[in-house]
């Protein structure tokens, strides 16, 4: 009884993790077999079993041969066909796209599978004018589908089929599986295309004219592309596009530009702009109008620095020592403004001229700086240390400055987008180097305002900073739009630059991790439009927003950038155009060694397990993959979680367990006959398939069905193939398989989309097995 006792508290634990999600899945496995060795559930040998088991693997080897087939474009070559359905009927459309899911995904993993035909069903979206949200949950539900159609496709039919071995059984052969998950196929498609297909949203109810595509039509685009004209005398003209601070200060990416008619796509940051050109931009167009002229800032005539300086505020020199601890810092990431109150003017190195980045060049001893602060102020960072030598200098006195720095006033109306937030969020610093160094309000001088004080309408800010700076600040608020027509999309894609759907991958490490951080613009050489995320795009704040696994971003940029991209594991890019080349010429040795597995495994001329082995062997001596490749295709959670949970089986086995869990399932549907004991194990297992990992069920499910089969003298292969077909119908939940979580963002789903369609195929999965298992594997 304490054996028991202890086995069900181990199992309780894993659920519960499992359940929430607190620890990843494989350290759960892990520290399930560390649990039974520990409590002598199991012995040593026992526990590390599962890594040597011909189950753990038959998964690794089948993964490494599922990437072999992607990298040489059999997989996508043969979902080609696909396109030419795409302006047939939609009940024909998510047909056709879940049968070559489900056929794919017999040979080939099941994520793989998803991975590799995502791109092609956006394409087919674009082309048959519908939204992706109609198609992408249907040939997820294919994948998912057809996952069982063999006994080398699935985890859960490798683990019966090992559980089968094991207990002294004939295993299941590798077409064992064909004829139920066939009929399960069948039903689902047909649900799905006459029924479940009017269970789909409709979020994006049809693409815009001029053939602008899904992925466009889902984003908005037309409503987020406008032009922006430069007059003659502008600011701005003569500048690089990084100076013009469209990015930092309005959110507004540039997307092309067109100068004397000539049309220059996904212009470079350094790029000059002329007097004349058109700027064609993407970003939320509310917030430039808002910005636009008086109903932002407008420059004040009046002079108040010097009656800031007389009144509150005073200028002083000094010197950056040698113990300061300044020394090693530049002026953003040191404490003088925001902690201190104390504003840096100007900065003359040690021996030379000021630099001209001034905000980020790091400080050295002997560097003279130009402060302004209140007195107070001043004496303190004198006293502490920070700077030495500390001399106040004449009331109003400003030394000339080598970085051209100027002090302007600005006043505040009623409606700018100032009003009610205080000056971090006003980003005037951040967007364009300006600090605000006093405020006026009511006719009374704030010297050296807090970074939290609100702007109110009426105030007049005292800014200093660049006079390039200030020069951007006015001429930005000129800007005027000048063309709104959805007609410009048609312009910003060629053979060279195109904009696409970018996902983080099932494999993806930069989770929590922001674009800022990641460098992506200049790492990548592509500029991110939008991310969508819960249903919705977002279109500012995107340097910042921490990324998440199902994000999807729109990106813009050279098609060889994007092409790079692909290749990056961490992102999967939506635009079979721009992903890597296939390496075509290694297909038929691809294809070969595909063939010569299921051959051998077909005939037992040789185990599965060694089959695969071999054969994923051969496809990097081959050429088909290298052995990086090989590595990153293998998802080692899976190998761990099962080779963590395999010990569990025995255990449970040897305390009693099973026998248990057997004589409760008899107890309740035992004197009903096979098919009410087939309806009873199948719902408790698909249930749980929801929540728990398939291959951590298959292995808590396997000695039940196995003892209950015994004690009522009936087939256990029906019953474990019940466990095998029942931990394959994860169909209800995006939680339940990377493949709903993929589709996700792309397809703009919600949880409730998943509930809707995906419990009545559930349902139809059920009916299929109860009522044909018996008949296939009679008691």
């Given at each position: 009884?304490?054996?028991?006792?202890?086995?069900?508290?181990?199992?309780?634990?894993?659920?519960?993790l499992?359940?929430g999600?607190?620890?990843?899945?494989?350290?759960?496995?892990?520290?399930?077999?560390?649990?039974?060795t520990?409590?002598?559930?199991?012995?040593?040998?026992?526990?590390?079993?599962?890594f040597s088991?011909?189950?753990?693997?038959?998964?690794?080897?089948?993964?490494?041969?599922?990437?072999?087939?992607?990298?040489?474009?059999?997989?996508?070559?043969?979902?080609q066909?696909?396109?030419?359905f795409?302006?047939?009927?939609?009940?024909?459309?998510?047909?056709?796209?879940?049968?070559?899911?489900?056929?794919?995904?017999?040979?080939?993993?099941?994520?793989?599978?998803?991975?590799?035909?995502?791109?092609?069903?956006?394409?087919?979206?674009?082309?048959?004018?519908?939204?992706?949200?109609?198609?992408?949950l249907?040939?997820?539900?294919?994948?998912?589908?057809?996952?069982?159609?063999?006994?080398?496709?699935?985890?859960?039919?490798?683990?019966?089929?090992?559980?089968?071995?094991?207990?002294?059984?004939?295993?299941?052969?590798?077409?064992?599986?064909?004829?139920?998950?066939?009929?399960?196929?069948?039903?689902?498609?047909?649900?799905?295309?006459?029924v479940?297909?009017?269970?789909?949203p409709?979020?994006?109810?049809?693409?815009?004219?001029?053939?602008?595509?899904?992925?466009?039509t889902?984003?908005?685009?037309?409503?987020?592309?406008?032009?922006?004209?430069?007059?003659?005398?502008?600011?701005l003209?003569?500048?690089?596009?990084?100076?013009?601070?469209?990015?930092?200060?309005?959110?507004?990416?540039?997307?092309?530009?067109r100068?004397?008619?000539?049309?220059?796509?996904?212009?470079?940051?350094?790029?000059?702009?002329?007097?004349?050109?058109?700027?064609?931009?993407?970003?939320?167009?509310?917030?430039?109008?808002?910005?636009?002229?008086?109903?932002?800032?407008?420059?004040?005539?009046?002079?108040?620095?010097?009656?800031?300086?007389a009144?509150?505020?005073?200028?002083?020199?000094?010197?950056?020592?040698?113990?300061?601890?300044?020394?090693?810092?530049?002026?953003?990431?040191?404490?003088?403004?925001?902690?201190?109150?104390?504003h840096?003017?100007?900065?003359?190195?040690?021996?030379g001229?000021?630099?001209?980045?001034?905000?980020?060049?790091?400080?050295?001893?002997?560097?003279?700086?130009?402060?302004?602060?209140?007195?107070?102020?001043?004496?303190?960072?004198?006293?502490?240390?920070?700077?030495?030598?500390?001399?106040?200098?004449?009331?109003?006195?400003?030394?000339?400055?080598?970085?051209?720095?100027?002090?302007?006033?600005?006043?505040?109306?009623?409606?700018?987008?100032?009003?009610?937030?205080?000056?971090?969020?006003?980003?005037?610093?951040?967007?364009?180097?300006?600090?605000?160094?006093?405020?006026?309000?009511?006719?009374?001088?704030?010297?050296?305002?807090?970074?939290?004080e609100?702007?109110?309408?009426?105030?007049?800010?005292?800014?200093?900073?660049?006079?390039?700076?200030?020069?951007?600040?006015?001429?930005?608020?000129?800007?005027?739009i000048?063309?709104?027509?959805?007609?410009?999309?048609?312009?910003?894609e060629?053979?060279?630059?195109?904009?696409?759907e970018?996902?983080?991958?099932?494999?993806?490490?930069?989770t929590g991790?922001?674009?800022?951080?990641?460098?992506?613009?200049?790492?990548?050489?592509?500029?991110?439009?939008?991310?969508?995320?819960?249903?919705?795009?977002?279109?500012?704040g995107?340097?910042?927003?921490?990324?998440?696994?199902?994000?999807?971003?729109?990106?813009?940029?050279?098609?060889?950038?994007?092409?790079?991209?692909?290749?990056?594991?961490?992102?999967?890019?939506?635009?079979?155009?721009?992903?890597?080349?296939?390496?075509?010429?290694?297909?038929?040795?691809?294809?070969?060694?595909?063939?010569a597995v299921?051959?051998?495994?077909?005939?037992?001329?040789?185990?599965?397990?060694?089959?695969?082995?071999?054969?994923?062997?051969?496809?990097?001596?081959?050429?088909?993959?290298?052995?990086?490749?090989a590595?990153?295709?293998?998802?080692?959670?899976?190998?761990?979680?099962?080779a963590?949970?395999?010990?569990?089986?025995?255990?449970?086995?040897?305390?009693?367990?099973?026998?248990?869990?057997a004589?409760?399932?008899?107890?309740?549907?035992?004197?009903?006959?096979?098919?009410?004991v087939?309806?009873?194990l199948?719902?408790?297992?698909?249930?749980?398939?929801?929540?728990?990992?398939?291959?951590?069920?298959v292995?808590?499910?396997?000695?039940?069905?196995?003892t209950?089969?015994?004690?009522?003298?009936?087939?256990?292969?029906?019953?474990?193939?019940?466990?095998?077909?029942?931990?394959?119908a994860?169909?209800?939940?995006?939680?339940?398989?990377?493949?709903?979580?993929?589709?996700?963002?792309?397809?703009?789903?919600?949880?409730?989309?998943?509930?809707?369609?995906?419990?009545?195929?559930?349902?139809?999965?059920?009916?299929?097995?109860?009522?044909?298992?018996?008949?296939?594997?009679?008691?």
């Amino acid at each position: 009884m304490f054996e028991l006792i202890l086995l069900f508290s181990i199992i309780l634990v894993a659920l519960v993790l499992f359940i929430g999600g607190w620890l990843a899945v494989d350290l759960v496995g892990l520290l399930v077999l560390a649990a039974l060795t520990l409590t002598g559930l199991v012995g040593a040998s026992d526990a590390l079993a599962g890594f040597s088991s011909p189950a753990v693997v038959t998964v690794w080897a089948m993964f490494i041969l599922s990437a072999g087939l992607s990298r040489t474009g059999i997989a996508y070559r043969i979902g080609q066909p696909l396109q030419r359905f795409a302006h047939s009927s939609e009940w024909l459309l998510v047909a056709m796209l879940m049968l070559v899911a489900s056929l794919l995904s017999a040979l080939i993993n099941t994520i793989t599978v998803a991975v590799i035909l995502l791109p092609a069903a956006m394409d087919l979206a674009r082309r048959s004018g519908r939204p992706p949200s109609r198609l992408l949950l249907p040939m997820a539900l294919g994948c998912l589908l057809g996952g069982p159609f063999t006994g080398i496709s699935t985890p859960p039919n490798m683990l019966v089929t090992d559980a089968l071995r094991n207990a002294g059984l004939a295993p299941f052969a590798i077409f064992d599986f064909t004829p139920i998950t066939g009929a399960i196929v069948l039903a689902g498609i047909l649900f799905m295309a006459l029924v479940g297909r009017h269970l789909l949203p409709r979020r994006s109810l049809q693409t815009q004219e001029g053939g602008s595509s899904a992925t466009e039509t889902t984003y908005q685009l037309d409503t987020h592309v406008f032009s922006l004209a430069i007059r003659p005398g502008s600011p701005l003209a003569g500048r690089t596009l990084r100076e013009t601070r469209l990015g930092s200060a309005l959110h507004l990416t540039v997307l092309a530009l067109r100068r004397r008619g000539e049309m220059r796509l996904a212009p470079d940051p350094s790029e000059r702009i002329q007097a004349g050109d058109v700027l064609i931009v993407h970003g939320p167009i509310e917030h430039l109008r808002r910005f636009h002229g008086s109903r932002h800032l407008r420059a004040d005539p009046s002079n108040l620095t010097g009656g800031l300086v007389a009144g509150c505020l005073q200028i002083a020199r000094g010197v950056v020592g040698e113990d300061s601890p300044l020394v090693g810092k530049s002026l953003a990431q040191s404490s003088l403004r925001r902690e201190h109150r104390v504003h840096v003017l100007s900065l003359r190195a040690e021996g030379g001229e000021g630099g001209q980045d001034m905000l980020h060049r790091p400080l050295a001893a002997g560097d003279a700086l130009v402060l302004l602060g209140t007195r107070d102020a001043l004496e303190e960072v004198g006293k502490l240390g920070i700077v030495q030598d500390v001399e106040m200098l004449d009331a109003g006195q400003v030394p000339g400055d080598p970085s051209g720095s100027a002090f302007m006033s600005v006043h505040v109306p009623q409606g700018s987008v100032l009003v009610d937030h205080d000056l971090t969020e006003s980003r005037l610093g951040n967007a364009f180097g300006l600090t605000v160094v006093g405020i006026v309000r009511d006719g009374e001088p704030q010297c050296m305002p807090s970074p939290e004080e609100i702007v109110r309408a009426g105030d007049t800010l005292v800014l200093h900073g660049a006079k390039s700076d200030l020069e951007v600040l006015q001429s930005l608020q000129d800007l005027e739009i000048t063309e709104t027509s959805p007609t410009l999309l048609a312009e910003l894609e060629s053979q060279q630059v195109s904009v696409t759907e970018v996902l983080l991958s099932p494999r993806t490490t930069l989770t929590g991790r922001n674009l800022a951080e990641l460098r992506f613009r200049e790492h990548y050489g592509l500029n991110v439009l939008a991310l969508w995320r819960g249903g919705r795009a977002r279109r500012t704040g995107l340097q910042d927003l921490a990324l998440q696994f199902g994000d999807a971003m729109l990106v813009y940029g050279p098609r060889k950038s994007i092409a790079a991209l692909a290749r990056d594991p961490d992102f999967l890019v939506l635009d079979q155009s721009a992903i890597q080349a296939p390496r075509m010429e290694k297909a038929p040795a691809a294809a070969a060694i595909m063939l010569a597995v299921l051959v051998s495994a077909i005939l037992g001329l040789v185990p599965i397990s060694i089959a695969a082995l071999t054969g994923a062997a051969l496809m990097v001596l081959a050429g088909c993959l290298s052995m990086d490749e090989a590595y990153r295709a293998i998802e080692w959670r899976v190998v761990f979680l099962i080779a963590g949970m395999l010990p569990l089986g025995i255990a449970i086995e040897q305390t009693g367990a099973a026998q248990m869990g057997a004589q409760a399932l008899i107890a309740l549907v035992g004197d009903m006959g096979p098919r009410w004991v087939v309806a009873a194990l199948f719902l408790i297992t698909v249930l749980c398939t929801q929540v728990v990992p398939t291959a951590a069920l298959v292995v808590l499910m396997s000695p039940v069905a196995l003892t209950t089969a015994a004690d009522l003298s009936i087939s256990p292969h029906l019953l474990m193939m019940t466990v095998a077909m029942a931990a394959s119908a994860s169909y209800a939940s995006p939680l339940s398989h990377p493949a709903h979580l993929l589709v996700m963002g792309p397809g703009g789903y919600r949880f409730t989309d998943y509930l809707r369609v995906g419990i009545p195929v559930t349902i139809v999965a059920f009916v299929v097995c109860v009522g044909l298992l018996p008949v296939l594997w009679p008691a």
